[in-house]
């Protein structure tokens, strides 16, 4: 369900960055007062590619960032989940360790003590 809803928000961020190339498209042709129809639709046509060239050389960028920066903090988290467990259990046995410490130096309290009858 999560891929499906990527794909649906990619879809819509692409129709919106080719609205928007077609837009400035449009503004850069509306300065340029001299161009017939056909030269102000061949100018929004190529201005619209090379716009759609950019972004998705910029997308790729980013995804192949986003990859790396993904991989790089889940060995980080992993390298952390890892050192957590260690020093959990390092306490445990070292709660163990001196509970038995104490256990074995102090004498028992159920018994009378040394030299009481």
């Known amino acids: 369900m999560a891929e499906v809803i990527n794909d649906i928000e990619g879809y819509l961020l692409w129709e919106a960055e080719q609205e928007r190339a077609r837009s ?36 790729e960028r980013v995804a192949a960032r986003s990859a790396s920066l993904r991989a790089e903090y889940e060995g980080v988290y992993r390298t952390l989940r ?32 040394p030299g009481v009858p």
């Open 82 to 113: 890892r050192r957590m467990v260690a020093a959990l259990l390092s306490v445990g046995v070292l709660a163990v360790l001196t509970l038995t410490a104490l256990t074995l130096a102090v004498p028992s309290l159920s018994g009378s003590a």
């Open 24 to 59: 400035q498209a449009e503004e850069f042709c509306a300065r340029l007062p001299w161009l017939t129809d056909s030269q102000r639709e061949d100018v929004l046509r190529h201005y619209c590619r090379e716009r759609r060239e950019v972004s998705r050389s910029y997308l």
